[in-house]
Structures are given as structure tokens and as C-alpha cells.
């Protein structure tokens, strides 16, 4: 029979409470590897919490006994903005939806849209050519989330068709930043309902639900046709019954997409020019690369597919600051994983930022090295220890979307720019929804 015999850490704040885990639960939790190993229980966060980053019990509960352990109450709190979309979604209707919209991100059906990300992309590169100077630092995080959210609405919606400084963007990312502020601290939400800022998100709500179900009903009266994800949802039809999405579900996936797909893709990109911006001859091989699969020449999907060390800096920087820095699930029923025993009710962390640095499954971990992405080492990878995009049924959707856009804007960084850290600036990270850094990252973006 199995036996409760996982280590377990006391908390040190009041009764018991690992306040001084919550700060920074990434970091905090990885950090106690050495005392209690890769899967150990903290006794109270308030409830207990089993903290995971051993690639066999990620294995159970993603994959092998996956329908025993549901998405965790936190998704709860993303409903507000999200909707029933894919992420917050679960059971038989998650099921549904995502046999539906899963055609939609179809590599096939990625590629149609990578003209228009070759378009902004450019557009954003030459831009930068001209403002940035020498002198002066910039902040790489904003960039890269304003780039990114026009490259997701511009796919999505056709966005700059309803003009480019679009309400659609505005009220989506100020819905976004009101859900983050009360993921990031749950006692806010009282507050919030007194000072106005709940009136203000639902004001917000109220026209960014008007704004995208009149561009729905314009396309369903029309019948225009476009080329993005929205068109190809509104063509998605259930296998079994032949009816398509209503117009809440088409809202609900398409503000899912949006923040889904936005924040995390910038992120990547945020961190990856960061360690970068330390290893000047990584630039170099990456500008060489591109340099001979399309050096002036607008890049095509096929000349991204070439680009194989640039993919690698890619998954390596994904590997150091993985953006969905952890999955939670919650137990169903009692379970028994590597001889413990895990009652019903409790939450998993999964902790793919501790995952992807645990020294049992990576050499010097701490070392940016894309060299352990070849496809020789990553033959040998031990299973389930790299899972950026999660793993099991859920793993995301919008991998291929992802990996194009960023791959293919680092490229034309790479290509057009040296990046050097401004010294002094602090960089620690901020594991929100997504692992941000906290102070953002200040770079110095020069000309080749
Ligand atoms: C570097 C970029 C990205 C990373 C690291 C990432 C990571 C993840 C992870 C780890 C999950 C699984 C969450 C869980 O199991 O609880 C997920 C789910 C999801 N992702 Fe992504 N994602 C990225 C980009 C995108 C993009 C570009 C889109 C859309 C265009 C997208 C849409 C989604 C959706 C809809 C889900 C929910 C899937 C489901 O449960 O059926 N993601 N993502």
C-alpha cells in the first residue's frame, strides 16, 4: 500500500502559511530542491500544495491518469475575462470546442497566415531601424508585447481592417490587466469592487463583447470572407452534429486566443533577446544563418523551416523562462504516483520553470546553451522534461502559431541588430500568469 512519505515544508508565516513562498512561487518553490527534492508537499498555501518538477509524476497527471485531475480553481478567476473558452474550459464541452477549433491551427492553415506576420513583422524591424539609437535603452518587454498583440489581432480578426488603432486592441488589453491584477492578488477583489475598477472592467467588457460581435455578425450577414482564425472558426462545424460555434463561444475562444497567444509568444521573446544580449556570438550564428537561407529576400515559411539554429536559441530561451512558467491541477480522487499517495481535492503544481532546470535531466543547467536542442541531443532528451507547451490533451493549441511568429521575428532582429543589457538595471522574474520580467529589460538595440 502506498504511504504518505513525501517530504513536507513547514510554512513561516502566520499559522503555518508559505507566505514567503508566494512572492515568487516559481523561483521559491525550485529553490528548495536541495532539502526536499523535485516532488514534495507544502503543508499550507493555505490548502496543501504538492510542488512537481520530476518528469515521471508530470507524466501520471498530464498524461497517464490525466482524467483524474482537472484544471485548478485559478482558471476560475480567468473566466471573468475569458469566458468558457478553451483554457478555462473542461469536460465534454472543452471537448467539443477543441475538435473544432483544432483544424484552425492546423500548420497547413498557420502558414496562410504568414504573410501577414511577415508584413508586420517587417514593418515593426525597419520602424525600429529608425527610432532606435546607441545612446539610449530600451525597454524590449513593452516592444515586444505591442508587436505581438498586433501580430495575434491582425491574424485573428483582420484588425487592421477595423482601423489600426483598433477599440478591439485597447479593451482587450485592458481587460487582460484588470484579471492579471486580481490573479496577482486575490485580496485586491474586495477593493476593487469599491474603487471602481470591477464597474470599469465591466464597462470595458461590455464594449469590447460589442465591438467583436459586430464584426461576427458582419461576417456571418456578409459572408465576407477573410483570411484569419476567425473566419476559420466561423467555419468550424462539430464532427457529430453539423452545427457550428454560437456567437459566445466564437467570443470566448477569440479573446482566449488573444491573451493565450499574445503575452506568452512576447515573453519568449522578451527573455531569448535578454540572453542574447550576454552572448554576442549566439547573434552571430543566428545573423549567418539567416543570412544564408534569405539574407535581403522577404522570408518564406520554407526559408523559416531552414532555420534550424535559430529555432534551437528559440526552445532554449523557452527552456530557461518557459512564459506559462507552471500548469495546476486539482485531484479528482484519491491517487496513488511513485509510492505516494495524493488524497482527493488537492492541487499539483507543476513547475515547468524548476522542470527545466533540474539538474537530473540538464548538465549545467543555469547555462544557455542551444546546442542541447540538435536533434541528435534532443533523440536522447529524458521524456517529459521539456514541456513548454504542456503536455497530455491539453497542450496547447497554438504551438505552430507560436513558434513562427517568434522564430521568425527574432530572425529578422537578429539579422538587422546587436542588443547589449543596459548595466545596472535589476532583472528578476515575475511569475504572473506568465513569468514577466519584473522590471522589464532594458536593452541597448544597435545597427549592425
Ligand atoms: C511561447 C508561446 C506559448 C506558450 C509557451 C504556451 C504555453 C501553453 C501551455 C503550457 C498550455 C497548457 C496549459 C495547461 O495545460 O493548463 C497552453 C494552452 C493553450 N494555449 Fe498556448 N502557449 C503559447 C502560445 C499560444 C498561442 C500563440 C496561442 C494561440 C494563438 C495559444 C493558445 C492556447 C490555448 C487556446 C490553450 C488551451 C488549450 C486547451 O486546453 O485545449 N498559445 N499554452
Not at 514534495?40 to 485531475?69: D, E, G, W
Not at 513583422?121 to 508587436?147: F, G
Not at 464584426?215 to 483570411?227: A, F, G, M
Request: a negative charge.
Amino acid at each position: 500500500m502506498a504511504t504518505d512519505n513525501l517530504p513536507v515544508y513547514q510554512g513561516k508565516g502566520w499559522f503555518g502559511f508559505a507566505s514567503e513562498i508566494i512572492e515568487n512561487i516559481a523561483e521559491n518553490t525550485q529553490a528548495l530542491e536541495g532539502e526536499y527534492g523535485d516532488f514534495y508537499r507544502i503543508k499550507r498555501m493555505p490548502a496543501p500544495l504538492y510542488v512537481v518538477f520530476r518528469n515521471s509524476v508530470v507524466k501520471h497527471v498530464l498524461q497517464t491518469n490525466a482524467k483524474n485531475y482537472k484544471k485548478s480553481s485559478i482558471y476560475d478567476e480567468l473566466k471573468l475575462a475569458l469566458g468558457n473558452g478553451l483554457i478555462t474550459s473542461g469536460g465534454d464541452y472543452w471537448r467539443r470546442q477543441r475538435r473544432m477549433a483544432q483544424p484552425a491551427f492546423y500548420k497547413e492553415r498557420i502558414v496562410a497566415l504568414f504573410d501577414k506576420m511577415v508584413d508586420l513583422s517587417i514593418a515593426y524591424v525597419e520602424e525600429l531601424e529608425q527610432r532606435t539609437n546607441p545612446k539610449e535603452s530600451i525597454e524590449i518587454n513593452q516592444e515586444m508585447m505591442d508587436i505581438t498583440a498586433n501580430v495575434v489581432l491582425d491574424t485573428l480578426f483582420s484588425a487592421k481592417d477595423y482601423g489600426d488603432e483598433s477599440e478591439l486592441y485597447h479593451t482587450m488589453v485592458n481587460l487582460q490587466e484588470y484579471v492579471i491584477k486580481r490573479v496577482n492578488n486575490p485580496f485586491s477583489i474586495p477593493l476593487q469592487y469599491v474603487n471602481g475598477n470591477h464597474r470599469q472592467f465591466l464597462k470595458e467588457k461590455k464594449i469590447f463583447d460589442e465591438l467583436i460581435y459586430h464584426v461576427i455578425n458582419e461576417r456571418r450577414v456578409n459572408k465576407t470572407q477573410h483570411n484569419d482564425m476567425l473566419n476559420m472558426l466561423l467555419d468550424a462545424k462539430d464532427a457529430d452534429t453539423g452545427e457550428g460555434m454560437s456567437d459566445l463561444e466564437l467570443r470566448d475562444e477569440a479573446i482566449t486566443i488573444f491573451i493565450a497567444g499574445h503575452e506568452t509568444s512576447a515573453n519568449t521573446l522578451t527573455w531569448t533577446l535578454y540572453l542574447l544580449a550576454q552572448h554576442p556570438e549566439i547573434v552571430e550564428k543566428i545573423r549567418a544563418e539567416v543570412n544564408t537561407h534569405f539574407g535581403d529576400r522577404r522570408p518564406t515559411f520554407q526559408d523559416l523551416q531552414k532555420l534550424q539554429y535559430t529555432r534551437q536559441v528559440v526552445e532554449e530561451g523557452l527552456r530557461l523562462y518557459p512564459p506559462a512558467f507552471a500548469i495546476g491541477r486539482e485531484s479528482l480522487a484519491e491517487d496513488t504516483i511513485d509510492g505516494v499517495t495524493i488524497p482527493k481535492g488537492v492541487i499539483m503544481f507543476i513547475n515547468i520553470y524548476a522542470l527545466h532546470r533540474n539538474p537530473k535531466y540538464w548538465e549545467d543547467p543555469e547555462v544557455f546553451n542551444p546546442d542541447r536542442f540538435t536533434p541528435e541531443n534532443v533523440k536522447s532528451r529524458p521524456n517529459l522534461s521539456y514541456i513548454p507547451f504542456g503536455a497530455g490533451a491539453r497542450m496547447c493549441i497554438g504551438y505552430h502559431f507560436a513558434m513562427m511568429q517568434i522564430q521568425l521575428l527574432l530572425a529578422l532582429m537578429a539579422q538587422r541588430f546587436n542588443f547589449r543589457l543596459k548595466e545596472g538595471h535589476p532583472v528578476e522574474t515575475q511569475p504572473l500568469i506568465t513569468l514577466r520580467p519584473k522590471h522589464g529589460i532594458q536593452l541597448f538595440v544597435e545597427r549592425v
